[in-house]
């Protein structure tokens, strides 16, 4: 069962203004209408396929000359399966890790999605209705395990947070983002202090500058990137989707953020979600009727941005002078993490084909690594693959969150080797970060004073208690032998 103490009443899952439900959206967005291309649904043989960016690059391409001098050819694109990779048991065992469980309550989402593939237009993924957040946590994770268990018995520390996606340490501040907040948490006194916008919603990353002046936030909920400066919590510089392109949905409607904007497309005949106060909207634009799901957003020097849209396939850059976009790489499934390597080049994870993407320095792929046979599959056959994020840990070795195998992978690129870690399946994992040993004993020293404890236990029944700072009791979450909570207020 689900208990609560000392909790004020949760909002309801949707606002009266405006009413998020499919029976107040317009027509055409309650029922996924798709007015470009409407489908039946999604084949394996389409989450199969390589991208038309890859496949071009699949092909050998001749050199040609231009006055005497050899035009170097494109790269071509190495397709690798890890089922083919050497089996490494040692693999990373003297590696530590910082990882997010955005919940609990995996196996529901599971279910939500496998009721989505009947719904029309099943391949714009995401849930199409708002809802309250729910509680997760952060744990630090040794890797010399082959399994993480639901008590946490390996984790050298473990705190609960509402609904947290990502982590970032610079020097004595962690900031922590999840939800609709953003903290900056101080490691030697553990004073909290809040990072603020009206249009943070859904905040999947965050990323301290190298200098640690400015910390960059991703709002998955409004489609924005929004940087602060990490000293006074002002903005210095936001970017918003909607406003560059990217306000059209895969269901065919616009979400817009003026009035002139959404008249002007309501006069040609457009169904139009205007969201000119993001007050209205607790919980951000549900994933499926948003226009980009914007999932992450990394520096790339000091003037430009890595960004990744989800519902596009798309990994660009945003110029922070003018704000112009330049594309990495399309074609995708629902990418994540768009992401500079340790060595030069950057990464990307396309999520519903199960791929680890490179891209040299130029912004050319080069190189795939595809999870689709490896064994140990306990999600529905008919879902997708779905690689969450993927995070190198030091130069060449990768952390890869597999939802669909409820497994970390860990992978040398360079060596092509791995080891996989299973956890269970009903933590809805979703980044990895890296952290020193310090940072990690300064915060594993913060729990149970200015972060809340969380337990976990097993009995004839799965366990999570969540606390406060103070001690007392959040809420407990009680799932059958199956990984579901009966007393489940969510759709998850």
């Given at each position: ?339 500079r390597r340790h060595g030069g080049g950057y990464f990307i994870s396309d999520s519903r ?30 879902l997708s693959e779905f690689l969450q994020n993927s995070t190198e840990l030091k130069k ?97």
């Open positions: 069962m689900m208990k609560t103490q000392s909790k004020p009443k949760l909002p309801s899952l949707v606002h009266d203004e405006p009413n998020l439900s499919a029976a107040n959206l317009p027509r055409s967005i309650a029922e996924g209408e798709n007015r470009e291309s409407p489908r039946a649904g999604l084949s394996s043989k389409k989450l199969g396929q390589n991208s038309a960016l890859t496949k071009r690059l699949s092909s050998k391409r001749s050199s040609r000359l231009f006055g005497g001098t050899v035009v170097q050819k494109e790269p071509v694109l190495s397709s690798e399966q890890m089922i083919g990779y050497e089996y490494d048991p040692n693999l990373a065992r003297d590696e530590k890790i910082v990882v997010t469980v955005k919940t609990t309550l995996q196996v529901h989402k599971n279910d939500r999605q496998e009721e989505q593939m009947k719904k029309p237009s099943p391949d714009v993924f995401g849930r199409d209705a708002a809802r309250h957040y729910v509680r997760g946590f952060v744990a630090a994770l040794p890797l010399d395990h082959d399994r993480f268990h639901w008590s946490l018995a390996e984790s050298e520390w473990a705190f609960s947070a509402l609904e947290p996606y990502a982590v970032d340490v610079c020097g004595d501040k962690m900031a922590l983002c999840g939800a609709n907040y953003v903290k900056l948490i101080s490691l030697v006194t553990g004073e909290v202090t809040p990072v603020s916008h009206p249009w943070l919603s859904q905040c999947h990353t965050v990323q301290f500058s190298t200098d640690g002046n400015r910390l960059l936030v991703a709002s998955s909920g409004f489609d924005a990137v929004v940087e602060f400066d990490s000293n006074n919590q002002k903005v210095v510089w936001e970017w918003f989707a909607w406003d560059h392109g990217y306000d059209r949905s895969k269901l065919g409607h616009y979400v817009v953020r003026t009035a002139e904007r959404s008249d002007a497309l309501k006069a040609m005949g457009h169904e139009v979600l205007l969201v000119d106060d993001p007050r209205k909207y607790e919980f951000g634009i549900p994933t499926r009727i948003s226009p980009a799901h914007l999932n992450s957003a990394y520096c790339d020097g000091d003037e430009s941005i890595l960004v990744t849209l989800f519902h596009q396939g798309n990994g660009i850059i945003v110029d922070k002078a003018s704000g112009n976009v330049r594309e990495v790489i399309g074609g995708l499934m629902n990418p994540h993490k768009l992401s084909r199960g791929k680890l993407i490179f891209v040299d320095a130029k912004l050319r792929p080069f190189r795939e690594i595809t999870l689709a046979a490896m064994p140990g599959n306990e999600r529905p056959d008919r060449d070795l990768f952390a890869c969150v597999d939802i669909h195998r409820n497994t970390l992978w860990l992978v040398n690129v360079q060596r092509r080797s791995y080891r996989g870690i299973k956890f269970p399946v009903e933590w809805s994992m979703h980044d990895v970060a890296s952290l020193n040993q310090s940072h990690q004993t300064q915060i594993g020293s913060l729990v149970g004073t200015a972060l809340g404890r969380v337990e976990a236990s097993v009995q004839d029944r799965k366990v999570i208690r969540h606390f406060f700072p103070d001690g007392r009791e959040i809420t407990t979450l009680t799932l059958d032998e199956h990984g579901r909570c009966n007393e489940l207020d969510v759709q998850m």
